[in-house]
């Protein structure tokens, strides 16, 4: 790496009950969430997600297909397992580390994508993300008559494409509550037992320099993902970072520790130059540069574990970030108008204004000052939540 609204549909009309002689060759698990007493799928539409990007982009994709089916009614995610990936990574072991399969049986509306049984259809119209004006499949009238037409079939239909963000993203902007409390008390905890029980998670608890068994309550933990490479303008601009920094360096205290670690598909001492931190007998800098071979996982783990979160416009800060329920308002995530409703998610949405940082009030609409009771109130909620192992 470094690190690269419902609609009732027509009652009765989807007869699908396939699922007992599927055979299953991983987890266990999964078979409890599609051969049930009752069939998952019943009369339900079916969606996945399925591309060929970086991690970070598939995932994220996959979250909010997870995420419509689960507040969408009469809807159900078929997860196709990521295979392929771009940017060097190893779909495979992603996948086995997320462990969204492992998910599937405490998930209402989701079940393993069966290949000799779904007969995969393109889902269009797929506006682009942010695009909350424009046709999208979920419009109703475009969605409950694909519906209802599939359900005449003797097949079971899976409208497939690359992300749900038309859905995912307009529903948070426009009526963020719900899917915040969804998101919260059911989903991510969901996702968060399965990423628990990945193997290389727990090696990497074990090895983890951020783990509080080695480094204690004394220190503050910030992780940041500075995107570069073929990120264009969605990265973390420079000069936020310096604010940010600073900011919770005199918001934690002048002269007490502070771990900061710097994941990049940069150079490493280009990204330092450019955020200008420094080492000191203080400030103990880790920089995870193009160079470092660091995975995929490695950074995800530390993106979730940290005190404080300095995300990138980034799909896999995306990722990361919605993994980390418990605590949203320790993500400062830079100002991003497609996914503006992830500040309904309590994610603290921020722009610079020369030295200073200004904050996204998602009730109003505004930006105000952050000032240094935020970022002192930030640490405080940060440390309070921090427990050992927690994700």
């Not at 203080?282 to 005190?307: P, T, W």
Request: proline letters at 4%; charged letters at 25%; glycine letters at 8%.
């Amino acid at each position: 790496m470094g690190v690269m609204g419902g609609g009732d549909f027509p009652t009765g009309v989807w007869f699908f009950n396939q699922f007992s002689e599927t055979k299953f060759d991983a987890d266990p698990s999964l078979a409890k969430a599609i051969v049930g007493e009752e069939p998952i799928i019943g009369d339900s539409c079916v969606i996945s997600s399925y591309g060929h990007d970086g991690i970070g982009h598939q995932m994220e994709a996959k979250l909010s297909c997870i995420a419509v089916a689960e507040v969408m009614d009469n809807m159900v995610y078929a997860h196709r397992p990521m295979d392929v990936a771009q940017h060097g990574s190893n779909a495979t072991a992603s996948e086995m580390f997320f462990g969204i399969q492992r998910a599937l049986s405490s998930l209402s509306s989701a079940v393993l994508f069966n290949k000799k049984t779904m007969n995969v259809q393109p889902r269009n119209p797929l506006p682009y993300i942010g695009q909350c004006h424009k046709a999208s499949w979920f419009d109703e009238h475009i969605r409950i008559p694909a519906c209802y037409k599939s359900s005449k079939l003797n097949e079971t239909v899976v409208f497939t494409s690359d992300n749900c963000w038309d859905y995912f993203y307009c529903e948070l902007k426009r009526n963020p509550k719900r899917i915040k409390t969804l998101w919260q008390t059911k989903i991510a905890p969901s996702l968060k037992e399965a990423l628990q029980d990945s193997p290389l998670l727990r090696q990497l608890t074990k090895d983890s320099l951020l783990h509080p068994s080695i480094i204690g309550h004394e220190k503050l933990r910030v992780v940041a993902h500075v995107r570069r490479g073929d990120a264009g303008g969605r990265g973390v601009p420079a000069n936020l970072f310096r604010a940010l920094i600073n900011k919770l360096i005199i918001a934690w205290g002048e002269g007490k520790p502070l771990d900061i670690v710097i994941h990049t598909d940069g150079e490493d001492e280009k990204v330092i130059r450019e955020t200008g931190v420094e080492k000191t007998s203080d400030i103990n800098l880790q920089v995870f540069g193009r160079d470092s071979k660091v995975s995929v996982e490695k950074a995800c783990y530390d993106m979730i574990h940290a005190d404080i979160f300095l995300a990138s416009v980034s799909s896999l800060s995306n990722t990361c970030g919605l993994y980390r329920d418990k605590h949203p308002s320790t993500i400062l995530y830079p100002e991003n108008t497609e996914r503006i409703g992830l500040a309904g998610l309590g994610w603290s949405m921020v722009r610079a204004r020369g030295s200073n940082v200004l904050i996204y009030n998602n009730s109003d609409g505004q930006w105000n000052d952050a000032r240094e009771d935020f970022f002192i109130d930030l640490i405080d909620q940060a440390i309070s939540k921090r427990t050992l192992l927690e994700i």
